[in-house]
């Protein structure tokens, strides 16, 4: 399995303001992945963050409130822009371990949006 | 209907016992199936894949019904530390992306 370094693990923030959440993995994976999960919900995947291009957002996700980058095989950020209260959630990284199609994760950050 | 449907528990059970979850996936395409365990207030880890087969690992066993559509995990011989919520992921076969279920509460009691 891969290790996944996710920062920060933990915020609080200020209405309008916006957070980077970094990821950085221990060796070269192809996918990675952002995940939101809501309180007392399940997972949402939020974007395939694409080495090299533009991510690709999935349905009610869009690059202006989550622009993503992904200079390299091992990193990658996401950014939630002019945040509100409805963004307080659980964000995580993913990426899909090497020769197998299972998928492992960041220890996640929690947002608390006031 | 939602893709992928669990009851979200609580179940409630005494050290022991034995406890079964169950999961129902809509696409009937989907190609892979994974149980995930989520502790509070931590990110989710992989437990087992599922195989058409049956799979066990320990105290764990998971089957797939592909004509029902549903996948299933039991829990034998429940201890304390089994206490979390059990993901139900499938994989779908075009995208390739994972759908999680809502998840099921286990509270495993002395």
């Known amino acids: 399995s891969a290790v996944i370094s996710q920062k920060p693990s933990r915020d609080i923030c200020q209405r309008g303001t916006s957070l980077t959440i970094q990821c950085q993995v221990d060796?070269?994976?192809?996918?990675m992945f952002w995940y939101r999960q809501q309180p007392g919900q399940s997972l949402t995947l939020i974007a395939t963050?694409?080495?090299?291009?533009?991510?690709?957002?999935e349905s009610g996700f869009v690059i202006d409130k989550f622009p993503i980058s992904r200079p390299n095989l091992t990193f990658s950020t996401l950014t939630v822009s002019n945040m509100s209260p409805e963004d307080s959630s659980i964000y995580l990284c993913?990426?899909?371990?090497?020769?197998?199609?299972?998928?492992?994760f960041g220890s996640g950050t929690q947002l608390s949006v006031l | 209907r939602k893709e992928v449907e669990q009851d979200p528990g609580p179940f409630n059970v005494p050290e022991g016992a034995t406890v079964a979850f169950n999961c129902t996936y809509s696409?009937?395409?989907?190609?892979?199936f994974f149980w995930y365990r989520q502790d509070c207030r931590k990110e989710p880890k992989l437990l087992m894949s599922?195989?058409?087969s049956g799979n066990e690992d320990g105290r764990f066993t998971a089957q797939l019904n592909r004509a029902s559509q549903y996948i299933s995990l039991l829990i034998r011989d429940s201890k304390l530390s089994d206490s979390a919520t059990y993901l139900c992921v499938v994989q779908g076969s075009n995208t390739g992306k994972l759908i999680f279920g809502q998840g099921t509460t286990l509270q495993v009691k002395p």
């Open positions: 963050a694409n080495q090299g291009s533009e991510a690709t957002y």
């Open positions: 599922v195989y058409s």
């Open positions: 060796s070269q994976v192809t996918m």
């Open positions: 696409n009937s395409a989907s190609q892979s």
């Open positions: 993913s990426v899909v371990g090497r020769g197998n199609e299972k998928l492992f």
